[in-house]
């Protein structure tokens, strides 16, 4: 079992950065796949990245060059750099894993692009 605490979002202006944190309660060096998702006001949720325990690394192609994910399993946490944010980008983001075939969420993260 593992409980996931999303952190890092808020406004920001169209062109600006936030980097996105997912704290999980036990260590996640042996959970092969973490992954961000976001789900757009009235949309479903879409997968954002996801890295494994392998370091192997996917972005969906709406933010390839302006996101990078990352693992720091010493403080047990993934994290999301977004750079070069557009208003498309306003979403709640979720981190989410999977743990012994079960799915794990966080509760979300607001971003807002926004002038």
């Known amino acids: 079992q593992v409980q996931l605490v999303e952190s890092g979002g808020g406004l920001v202006q169209p062109g600006g950065s936030l980097r996105l944190s997912c704290a999980a309660s036990?260590?996640?060096?042996?959970?092969?796949?973490m992954g961000w998702y976001r789900q757009p006001p009235g949309q479903s949720r879409e997968l954002v990245a996801s890295i494994t325990s392998g370091n192997n690394i996917k972005y969906a192609d709406s933010v390839k060059g302006r996101f990078t994910v990352s693992r720091d399993n010493a403080k047990n946490t993934m994290l999301l750099q977004m750079n070069s944010l557009k208003p498309e980008d306003t979403a709640t983001y979720y981190c989410?894993?999977?743990?012994?075939?079960?799915?794990?969420w966080g509760q979300g993260t607001q971003v807002t692009v926004s002038s």
């Open positions: 989410r894993t999977i743990l012994n075939s079960r799915d794990y």
């Open positions: 036990r260590s996640i060096a042996t959970i092969y796949f």
